[in-house]
Nanobody, 121 residues
Framework: VQLQASGGGLVQAGGSLRLSCVAS????????MAWFRQAPGREREFVAR????????FYADSVKGRFTVSKDNAKNTVYLQMNSLKPEDTAVYYC???????????????WGQGTQVTVSS
């Protein structure tokens, strides 16, 4: 399994970015794709997840209403649309996949390489 994340960058507070994660190496029909983030000196935290089959989504309270996770099954790609960005959203963002659908990073076996998101005030 390979996950390739991209789309990070530098943006001003209030701006938007869209992250992408391309998955390959197996069928993901029974899997969940999640986004996590890790800021310097902090633990990796859950952001959002979506189930490949059915598209059920779930968000951390800190991003609810601002971030949207979506997928394109034909492209094996999951997106994280981030709007109304805040300086506290600054972190390295990772995509990960697993069958359990947990919000706990411990349960995820497959991870992308991470993409830096920096929000300036």
């Amino acid at each position: 399994v390979q996950l390739q994340a991209s789309g990070g960058g530098l943006v001003q507070a209030g701006g938007s970015l869209r992250l992408s994660c391309v998955a390959s190496g197996r069928s993901f029909d029974t899997y969940v794709m999640a986004w996590f983030r890790q800021a310097p000196g902090r633990e990796r935290e859950f952001v959002a997840r979506i189930r490949w089959s059915g598209g059920i989504t779930f968000y951390a309270d800190s991003v609810k209403g601002r971030f949207t996770v979506s997928k394109d099954n034909a492209k094996n790609t999951v997106y994280l649309q981030m709007n109304s960005l805040k300086p506290e959203d600054t972190a390295v963002y990772y995509c990960a996949t697993d069958e359990t659908g947990s919000s706990d990073a411990f349960h995820y076996d497959y991870w992308g390489q991470g993409t830096q998101v920096t929000v300036s005030s």
